[in-house]
């Protein structure tokens, strides 16, 4: 039997461990957090999982939030303007419901399942050091252990595939609850809000104690949303965004003004450096290691797409090593492998890049135009579920401008 190991436990690594383990796979997990202390660690992400990672997730029989995680139905636009309303503002229904379930959950419960299924977990910090043993001792490693840089030596970033070579965006991110017994009078969906200084993104999500409202900022350095550096406390957390609220997306601050914090580790502040890695890494023996998820393509998360990515990835290695069947997991392999996610995964890298620059006139002039044609709405919020559609649409701006026309626009 073919046997695998898996060297960390988040979206992309643990979909593809209970993938694999399904197929009858012998696969080990390595991650340096057990489920516990996951679960009662700090919030991780914002993780807003659209259609198409869903759907793997319950084919996989893995999506066990389903009934009582919060539906999220649609995106509502706001772009920020010179008066308390937005200049520019449209909602639009998803055709299919997306979801945030927090890592927190998610990771902890699938690293049980995946436990209980008859997999092997060790629990331990991955070095590049002890990689060579386990490609002694496997016939597959693969590295899922997140964005960062740990493992920058063995897997180099891309120049070709790379646009930045610093963060983009300071991001603090809160989980609120109602301060009343109703709850808070959210919008259903992604709430997005577009401003000079950065971005607003806000959703329902079901975390360790019940549904929350996840508030996100994401400021362009230097300007006045990057402001969560020193800030420590997550009371000062919870009164910075809210003033921002007030004062940079003051249409949705209403629907927040019963609002409180979740819990003193409900707060995330920091920064992702975007970049794309050389996926197979040269291990001192001269053995190779795939990377996966965050670790071989890292976006920004002001589009939503590092996890939908990560679960996309999961499935395109697991097909991928089936397919292989009894034949060695060589470079070959690795490099067809990685190939292959990165069709997809190079739309939502380049969406995520594109959206942290100022958008161009022709963007702006779609955003315009949702307002009053649905249609243009609908398919501008179905970008994050196929960011496919981005890159055929919205990337040429004679395309963009001719469908516009064609609708009237
Ligand atoms: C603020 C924020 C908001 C986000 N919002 C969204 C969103 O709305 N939608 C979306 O799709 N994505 C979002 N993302 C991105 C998303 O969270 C990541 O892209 C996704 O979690 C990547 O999954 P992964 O499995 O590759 O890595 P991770 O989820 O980072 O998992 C890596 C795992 O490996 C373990 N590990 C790390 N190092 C080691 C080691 N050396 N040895 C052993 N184990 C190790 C870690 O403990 C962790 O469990 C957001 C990210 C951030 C930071």
């Known amino acids: 039997m073919r046997r ?23 696969v080990t997990v390595v991650t340096d957090r057990d489920a516990g202390t996951i679960r009662a660690g700090r919030l991780i992400s914002n993780q807003c999982v659209f259609e198409p ?28 303007g010179d008066s308390a309303e937005p200049a520019i503002s449209w909602e639009a229904r998803f055709d299919h419901p997306a979801q945030s379930v927090d890592q927190r959950v998610k990771v902890s419960d699938w690293l049980t399942a995946f436990a209980e299924r008859g997999g092997e977990v ?17 016939d597959l490693v693969l590295v899922a252990a997140g964005r960062g840089p740990q493992f920058d030596s063995l ?35 992604l709430t997005f809000g577009l401003s000079p200084a950065g971005e607003l993104f806000g959703l329902p999500i079901q ?30 957390h919870f009164e910075l965004a809210m003033t921002l609220l007030r004062k940079q997306f003051p249409w949705v601050a209403e629907s927040l003004a019963d609002a409180r914090p979740s819990g003193p580790l409900d707060v995330l502040r920091g920064r992702v450096l975007p970049i794309v890695r050389e996926p197979v890494g040269t291990l001192p023996s001269g053995a190779k290691v795939l990377a996966m998820g965050d670790a071989a393509v890292t976006n920004d998360p002001v589009a939503g797409q590092g996890a939908n990515m990560a679960a996309h990835a999961a499935a395109v290695y697991e097909q991928s090593i089936l397919d292989h069947g009894d034949r060695p997991f060589d470079e070959e392999f690795q490099r067809r492998t990685f190939a292959e996610y990165w069709e997809k995964a190079q739309h939502a890298t380049r969406l995520s890049n594109d959206f942290l620059a100022p958008p161009p ?12 044609v649905p249609e243009v709405a609908h398919r ?11 890159a055929a649409w919205l990337t040429d701006e004679k395309v963009s401008l001719d469908y516009l026309a064609s609708k009237g626009s």
């Not at 695998?4 to 012998?26: D, E, N, P």
């Not at 869903?54 to 772009?79: C, K």
């Not at 006139?361 to 009053?372: F, I, K, R, S």
């Not at 501008?380 to 981005?390: C, G, K, L, V, W």
């Open 4 to 26: 695998i190991v898996v060297a960390g436990a988040g979206q992309a690594g643990l979909v593809l461990a209970l993938g694999l383990q399904k197929r009858g796979y012998a």
């Open 53 to 80: 990672a869903l759907r793997r997730e319950r084919a996989l029989g893995i999506n066990f939030w389903d009934g009582h995680a919060p539906r999220i139905l649609g995106a509502s636009f706001g772009l920020a």
């Open 122 to 138: 060790r629990i331990g910090k991955v070095t590049p050091e002890l990689l060579d043993g386990y490609a002694r001792e496997f």
């Open 155 to 189: 897997f180099p970033r891309d120049d070709r595939h790379s646009r930045y070579r610093e963060p983009q965006r300071t991001i603090g991110i809160t989980y609120l609850v109602s301060g009343r017994d109703e709850p808070l009078p959210v919008y259903p969906g």
């Open 207 to 236: 975390s360790v104690r019940g549904p929350v409202f996840g508030l996100g900022f994401f400021g362009v350095p230097g300007g006045s949303l990057d402001v969560w550096d020193d800030v420590t406390d997550p009371g000062e």
């Open 361 to 372: 006139d022709h963007v702006l002039a779609t955003l315009e135009a949702a307002q009053t």
């Open 380 to 390: 501008f919020a179905h970008i994050f579920e196929n960011p496919a559609d981005y």
